[in-house]
């Protein structure tokens, strides 16, 4: 019989018995549903996750630290990482000549020091010990400023500030609003470093804050207290109203990148290459963070970077962890929806094994009209098949409404909460392809045992069937 | 002697056996080449419980084309097992069964499908309707099976309730008919593929006699249409008049075998 003829007769037999076979197809749009719905949710939270992650600019950044910088005696120190041991190039200074080199790399849009300090936060009367860092002028969209009330730095050397909400309800009086700090002016007392001058001027020279200049060969450096005020130009919301610190970099206070390096603070790579006896001339950075084009582009730039003799880190690693985790709760999502699924696909064998009953004179009918077993087998196939693709349309669209419902449900509840509602629900359309495809293939498996039991009728049996 | 009642047990008979099988079919082959259906030392047997029946024994039967033939015999006698078995709905327990000149055992079950669609049409006593669709989506059900091209479907199909004068009932549902109307349909269906053959199993058993006389002459009229091909008409009764009166030639049968046959015409 052709695929026409045989649809036809499918959908006729179908609406003969419509209540039996809408609450068998209703099964089968439930078992979808909760399988659409579960799925949904699941690829929603992983996509959340991921742009929350490539927003603080986790995936597109590369951290180069000189190679064996960790010294024996403390954790993980001297020890050799595989990429270490894999590669020949010999450890390598991080200067500028490294700078300018990593810079010069494909797919490479910006090389930063990376600057990171403790300092006293003080705003009379308060004060409070706090993690500066400074921060570029491309990390202004990233997610680390989300919410953030304000503006951000007018130029790369303005003496201003952003700081993190709880700091500065800190250093605010009790009641007040964290965003009226913002025009104010704190002050940041943080250690600052003061090259010594080479022994000949030592004895000539007490003054412990006289610079020495570049060119003349310093004999190491001296660690003084130093104070300076910046004016507050934006706060990012505080943590318990969910607009805690995003991404690895977060501190309490941020600072444009360029005052940042110019305060000469200590860093404690500085010790440690005091320490050694092979320390070259020139500035040193403790830690350059690279920006990549896009997350494609890191594996690569780690690779080069750990070639020119460097030690290279980036989240790649850790997000293909957590691609992992999402594959297995996706999967763990999928069996509990399918579970319905499952019991739905007894419902169709119940309907198509009744059916057989029912019309087992109409099959030995067909069989008399010339109908051969493939006929018969086929047009029970094509019933269960055509309740699978009705059940699998009506079941997305079902899970649809549920994941909207759960959605709306989420934002209700965590603005209540005073918590950021993100969108933890997506329904791509693969999911949407795959689960209709998903619906008829179980339907036709189900129909399996019915369809070759109605093939296997003896006509003559069926046609005496009362 | 029957080939059927050599023993294969014996190992040492089974090569002769198969020879003889080979040849008894050729030849019967080339003898039943002439008639719409031959059937030769033909049984049917069925188990139930311990006990074991025998529906059909050892029939052998030629039917030329155009023949009217009538079986007659009483309940039980074998009669509609056997226009089953020349149907190809169910398969002997021995002997052969040629429909113009094939042998049904060798068929698979798609070519005795292919069979039952094409070379022979059925009307049954009850006649067997799908209650669901109407008349010209019953009539249409062979075409379908037969996979005949859609636009031909409707042209054939009105032919075919023409005929049996119900060109007007196309709509209706059986139910919606009377006992003889429903026959009508019924047979429109069992021609609507242009069968050379017809069988029918006590098409007049459901019906009074009046409307069994309708039906009867429906099936003269096409046994020998007023023109073209009349078809050859094989029909189990249990009204001797009946018989009498349309077939040329009456089998009669009694447990299982043929009893007695006469030629009319």
């Known amino acids: 019989m052709k695929t026409r003829d045989l649809t036809e007769l499918a959908a006729r037999n179908l609406r003969e018995a419509v209540l039996r076979n809408s609450l068998t197809t209703l099964g089968i749009a439930v078992g979808v549903a909760s399988l659409v719905a579960l799925l949904s949710l699941g690829v929603g939270l992983q996509q959340l996750v991921d742009r929350s992650v490539a927003r603080a600019g986790l995936f597109d950044t590369v951290s180069v630290r000189p190679r064996q910088s960790t010294p024996f005696g403390q954790p993980g120190g001297g020890r050799r990482t595989p990429r270490d041991t894999a590669e020949l190039a010999p450890p390598r200074a991080l200067d500028e000549t490294a700078r300018k080199e990593i810079s010069a790399l494909p797919n490479v849009l910006e090389v930063n020091p990376e600057v990171r300090f403790t300092a006293e936060a003080r705003r009379e009367p308060n004060s409070q010990l706090v993690i500066v860092a400074g921060m570029a002028a491309s990390s202004q969209n990233s997610g680390t400023l989300d919410g953030m009330t304000g503006n951000f730095f007018s130029s790369s050397d303005a003496d201003e500030a952003i700081l993190q909400g709880d700091l500065a309800k800190r250093l605010l009086d009790e009641g007040q609003a964290p965003n009226s700090l913002i025009g104010q002016e704190v002050t940041l007392r943080f250690a600052q470093r003061q090259a010594l001058p080479p022994p000949s001027q030592q004895v000539a020279s007490d003054a412990p804050n006289q610079a020495v200049s570049p060119d003349e060969e310093a004999m190491g450096f001296s660690i003084v207290p130093s104070e300076k005020k910046f004016r507050v130009v934006g706060v990012t919301p505080t943590s318990d109203s969910g607009g805690g610190p995003v991404g690895f970099n977060n501190a309490g206070v941020y600072l444009p990148l360029d005052v940042a390096e110019k305060l000469q603070v200590v860093q404690g790579s500085e010790l440690r290459d005091l320490a050694r006896s092979s320390q070259g001339e020139g500035e040193r950075y403790a830690s350059l963070n690279v920006r990549a084009s896009g997350p494609s582009a890191v594996a690569q730039i780690e690779t080069e970077v750990t070639h020119m003799g460097f030690a290279a880190f980036s989240l790649i690693d850790v997000t293909r962890n957590l691609r992992t985790f999402f594959a297995i709760f996706d999967l763990f999502l999928g069996i509990f929806g399918s579970l319905a699924l499952a019991v739905a696909s007894l419902g169709i064998i119940n309907t198509l094994v009744m059916a057989i009953l029912e019309r087992r004179r109409e099959i030995g009918v067909l069989k008399a009209l010339g109908a051969a077993n493939r006929d018969v087998r086929q047009l029970f196939f094509a019933e269960a098949g055509v309740m699978g693709l009705v059940g699998g349309i009506f079941g997305v669209a079902l899970g649809w409404a549920i994941g909207r419902v759960i959605q709306l449900g989420t934002m209700v509840y965590l603005k209540r909460q005073g918590l950021s509602s993100p969108n933890i629900w997506s329904v791509p359309w693969w999911l949407v392809l795959g689960a209709i495809v998903f619906a008829v293939l179980v339907s036709l498996a189900s129909g399996i045992y019915p369809a070759s039991r109605a093939a296997q009728l003896d006509p003559v049996e069926a046609l005496r069937y009362e | ?265």
């Open chain 2, 1 to 265: 002697m029957s080939l059927a009642s050599i023993g294969t047990q014996d190992p040492r008979l089974k090569l002769l056996h198969v020879n003889l099988r080979s040849m008894n079919v050729s030849e019967t082959s080339a003898s039943s080449s002439g008639f719409a259906i031959h059937a030769d030392h033909v049984s049917r047997e069925y188990k139930m419980g311990d006990a074991l029946i025998r529906a059909v024994n050892q029939i052998s039967l030629d039917v030329p084309p155009g023949e009217f033939l009538a079986l007659l015999g009483a309940s039980g006698s074998g009669k509609s097992t056997l226009l089953n078995l020349i149907a190809g709905l169910d398969r002997p327990s021995s002997g052969a069964i040629f429909a113009q000149g094939r042998d049904l055992a060798t068929m698979s079950s798609e070519e005795l499908a292919s069979h039952r669609n094409k070379t022979i049409g059925i009307v049954f006593q009850s006649f067997q309707l799908l209650p669901r669709m109407t008349l010209e989506e019953n009539v249409e059900l062979p075409l379908r099976l037969a996979e005949v091209p859609r636009a031909e479907r409707p042209g054939r199909v009105r032919e075919s309730l023409d005929r049996v004068g119900l060109g007007a009932r196309v709509k209706h549902r059986p139910t919606e008919l009377s006992g003889g109307e429903q026959q009508r349909a019924a047979i429109a269906r069992a021609l609507v593929n242009r069968p050379m053959i017809l069988l029918a199993d006590e098409p007049t058993g459901n019906l009074d006699t009046k409307t069994g006389e309708e039906i009867m002459s429906l099936i003269a009229g096409i046994h020998r249409p007023a023109s073209g091909p009349g078809r050859t008409i094989i029909m189990v009764t249990h009204e001797r008049l009946l018989a009498e009166k349309y077939a040329d030639r009456i089998v009669t049968l009694s447990d299982g075998a043929i009893a007695s046959e006469e030629r009319l015409r």
